[in-house]
């Protein structure tokens, strides 16, 4: 066994695992990357694509975001569309200028790939038999690959391995608590090399069911449908999927929509899911393995960003000014805005979707609800501030002092 050593491993080649080495290397932090699945694999994920303020500057930060600024599209407000009408929620004059940005997951994760390769930075794609050991003491992590066997002696492991990844299921149970609400339906997702119909997104209440459109770029778009869990995406052809949108739009949006062959389809499961601490001796958890969100409030990779700051910043301070604070306080601080988008996230889904068993007075009710929320100042202020993200502060890298 080929034994390496290293200050940090990180479990996981996503946008969470990628953004923590790229951190950690502008920190001068040594790390290694294992992911179990290929390099290309990886990239060729299609995932979320709306940025708050703060992952853009975290992106700035860690030095990747040319193609951001030259390809992202900023957004000053969203539409939602009820009863038949579109009603503008205007992020910007609601929250002082704040603004999101959509820029697809799929180009962050390949732009913190074109970086990292730039570097030559240690990754081991396609790993295999993946396990984290003795993490409450002296960590390991031990693998396969390419035929030959490896043991990384480190400091600390970062898991930011999603959902099914083998960090949390390496935690013994009665060290971790989770949470778990499952949605009885699923989004129908279709990407397709049309221009967008509108400029800004737009979020669809309908007695249909919800739908979104929104885009990956000027010339490429994304839409959803909400669609039972039982469907089957060989069940929704393309006219099948663009005529049940137009079904759900209003007049003017269903008369600019422009269709065309799907180049992606996939039905995602809605979930909402927390694992509590997030810390376990050595071992940290960040991202979908930690927590996921149903994607209505466009908070899952927002959530991953905001771990990696925390988590990036608690391990500049420890090796930098030998502080062990931001470690101690890691889980906590992550938990607070985790617990808080997951609301808003929770909030959004059941104001915006049908669910089979509300009866007639729980629809009645939640139509009232998003009228006032739509007429008020006060409730498209409070949507507005969560959409775009609650603030967090972190301590940018170059401004922790040099160790003596």
């Keep these: 066994m080929d034994i390496l050593k290293t200050q940090v491993a990180i479990i996981g080649s ?49 030095g990747v975001d040319q193609n951001l600024k030259d390809k992202g599209l900023p957004h000053s407000g969203i539409e939602i569309l009820t009863n038949g009408v579109k009603h503008r929620v205007d992020l ?46 002296a960590p390991k992590v031990e693998f396969e690959h390419q035929g030959k066997a490896f043991q990384i002696e480190c400091d600390f492991i970062a898991g930011c391995d999603g959902y099914h990844g083998v960090c949390r299921a390496s935690v013994p149970e009665d060290k971790i608590k989770t949470f778990e609400k499952v949605y009885p339906f699923g989004w129908l997702g279709v990407l397709a090399d049309v221009p967008p119909v509108a400029d800004e997104l737009i979020y669809v209440q309908s ?136 609301r808003f996230s929770w909030w959004m889904t059941h104001l915006l979707h049908r669910f089979e068993t509300e009866s007639e007075f729980d629809h009645k009710i939640k139509q009232a609800e998003l009228s006032y929320v739509l007429g008020s100042t006060a409730g498209r202020t409070t949507l507005a501030e969560n959409y775009v993200g609650l603030p967090y502060e972190i301590k940018q890298i170059d401004s922790f002092k040099h160790a003596s």
């Design 14 to 62: 996503g946008p969470a695992g990628l953004l923590l080495g790229q951190l950690l290397y502008k920190a001068g932090i040594d790390h290694i990357i294992v992911e179990q699945r290929s390099a290309e694999y990886v990239a060729s994920r299609i995932r979320a694509g709306i940025l708050e303020q703060v992952s853009v500057d975290l992106l700035k930060q860690a």
């Design 207 to 342: 007695e249909r069911g919800f739908a979104l459109c929104s885009m990956r770029s000027e010339t490429r778009s994304r839409y959803y449908l909400q669609v039972p869990l039982t469907d089957h995406v060989e069940d929704w052809s393309d006219e099948k999927f663009w005529d049940e949108l137009k079904n759900r739009l209003d007049p003017e949006s269903r008369e600019k929509l422009v269709t065309g062959a799907s180049i992606e389809k996939s039905i995602a499961p809605l979930r909402s899911f927390v694992t509590e601490p997030m810390r376990f001796g050595k071992l940290f958890l960040a991202g979908d393995a930690a927590h996921i969100v149903p994607p209505t409030g466009a908070k899952g990779l927002n959530l991953a960003a905001s771990d990696i700051a925390y988590l990036s910043s608690a391990l500049v301070q420890y090796y930098v000014e030998g502080s062990e604070q931001g470690i101690d306080e890691y889980s906590e601080k992550c938990l607070q805005r985790v617990w808080k988008a997951e």
């Design 92 to 137: 910007a004059a609601l929250t002082g200028g704040k603004q999101v940005t959509v820029y697809g997951q799929t180009e962050v994760t390949k732009d913190l790939m074109t970086a990292r390769e730039a570097e030559k930075l240690t990754s081991f794609y396609e790993a295999q038999n993946v396990q984290v050991k003795d993490f409450y003491t």
